[in-house]
Structures are given as structure tokens and as C-alpha cells.
């Protein structure tokens, strides 16, 4: 089991461009959430997709947006890149129903806007 | 809204010693706990939780956690470190608050623990 695989792993932007973001669910789950984690910060919520729509939305603008693919993998697309927005990115994957259900987390797309 | 707190931003502790990172969190509803490690350059690894039952849970690598209600807390211990303990901990709680089913995880700040020789 691959687990949860994120790509890329680093990536350079300049501020204004778009970005995206890509997760593979570890085998048999369904849901995938994706979470902003700023340098000595703990992860963010930023949304949930289950059944390729968007479930749960944290408190981030439209500028952040996502997708689900039929085979489970996820998208997460940032529009009009601020400095600000440089971070790790986190997706995480877990069965959908429960507030016990455990996520598993990749290892993170680091982000740097310049 | 939900939210933890972890009142330690970093913990130095020396090798064999016993460590305790504290969390305490605010909710007025039935919670799930969960701690998680992070290494240098990795994601998160959950490292235990709490869903019900008996109060004191506990993980495979020696720590455990314990869980009180009455001072809305789930400290997170272990009685000796090794040098590879080292790493941010964060303490999260399972949180649904327009009841759709789904869950998200809101995460304390994190305590980085530091284990030197």
C-alpha cells in the first residue's frame, strides 16, 4: 500500500501565477481533505471532497479551489498566488463517515512564492 | 468553533528523561483526540487517539495520552525519550460543525520536542 502520495514535492511560483496541487488517496479510502500549514503553524483546514464535491470548506477565499476525480485522487488549484501563500500543503485521505474515522496524511507539496 | 491549544511552543529534554507536552482543547460537545508527529520534511503521522472508552490510550513507540473531561485536557506523555523523538507534535480534535457527517481536523500550534544527549 503506496499510502497517501502528494506530487510535487517543492515548487517555485511567482506571485500571480496558479498552481495545482495533486494527491493520491491511500487504497480504499474516499475522501480527501487538503490543509495549509504555514512555517511554525499547525495544519489548516482548507476543504473536504467526497464523491467529487466539495463537503467541508475552511476559512480560506475562492481563490483555493478543488476537484475529485472518479478514481478518488484530488486537485487543489490556488489562483492569483500571493506570498502568503507559501507553505506546505497537505492532503490527507480517510473513509468519509465518522468523526472517528483516521486520515492519513502524504508528505506535503512544500510551496514557495517569490 | 472548536479549538486547541498546546501550551508549549518547544520542550528540550534530555535523553532517558520523561516528557509530558501538553493540550488542552474547547468544546461543549463529545470530542475525538488525536495526536500527531511530524518529522523534519514529512507530513503527519498519527501517533494516537482517543474515540471512547478507556481514558488512557497508547501507542506502540512507548507514548501514551490521557484523556480528561473534567479539565478538557489529553497530555500527551512518555516516561524515557530517545533522540529520534524528536519532532513537532501536534494535538488535533475531530471537529463536525454543520453535522453533514464529514469530519475535519482542527489542529493545535504544535510543540516541537527536543531530545538531546
Known amino acids: 500500500d503506496a499510502g497517501v502520495t502528494q506530487s510535487p514535492t517543492h515548487l517555485i511560483k511567482t506571485r500571480g501565477q496558479q498552481v495545482t496541487l495533486r494527491c493520491s488517496p491511500k487504497s480504499g479510502h474516499d475522501t480527501v481533505s487538503w490543509y495549509q500549514q504555514a512555517l511554525g503553524q499547525g495544519p489548516q483546514f482548507i476543504f473536504q471532497y467526497y464523491e467529487e464535491e466539495e463537503r467541508q470548506r475552511g476559512n480560506f477565499p475562492d481563490r483555493f479551489s478543488g476537484h475529485q476525480f472518479p478514481n478518488y485522487s484530488s486537485e487543489l488549484n490556488v489562483n492569483a498566488l500571493l506570498l502568503g501563500d507559501s507553505a506546505l500543503y497537505l492532503c490527507?485521505?480517510?473513509?468519509?463517515?465518522?468523526?472517528?474515522?483516521?486520515?492519513?496524511f502524504g508528505q506535503g507539496t512544500r510551496l514557495t512564492v517569490v | 468553533a472548536q479549538s486547541v491549544t498546546q501550551l508549549d511552543s518547544q520542550v528540550p529534554v534530555f535523553e532517558e528523561a520523561p516528557v509530558e507536552l501538553r493540550c488542552n482543547y474547547s468544546?461543549?460537545?463529545?470530542?475525538?483526540l488525536f495526536w500527531y508527529v511530524q518529522y523534519p520534511n514529512q507530513g503527519l503521522q498519527l501517533l494516537l487517539k482517543?474515540?471512547?472508552?478507556?481514558?488512557l490510550v497508547e501507542s506502540i513507540n512507548g507514548f501514551e495520552a490521557e484523556f480528561n473531561k473534567s479539565q478538557t485536557s489529553f497530555h500527551l506523555r512518555k516516561p524515557s525519550v530517545h533522540i529520534s523523538d524528536t519532532a513537532e507534535y501536534f494535538c488535533a480534535v475531530s471537529q463536525d460543525p454543520m453535522n453533514t457527517g464529514f469530519q475535519k481536523l482542527v489542529f493545535g500550534t504544535g510543540t516541537r520536542l527536543l531530545v538531546s544527549p
Open positions: 490527507a485521505s480517510s473513509l468519509p463517515r465518522g468523526l472517528n474515522t483516521e486520515a492519513f
Open positions: 468544546s461543549s460537545v463529545s470530542v475525538y
Open positions: 482517543y474515540l471512547s472508552g478507556s481514558t
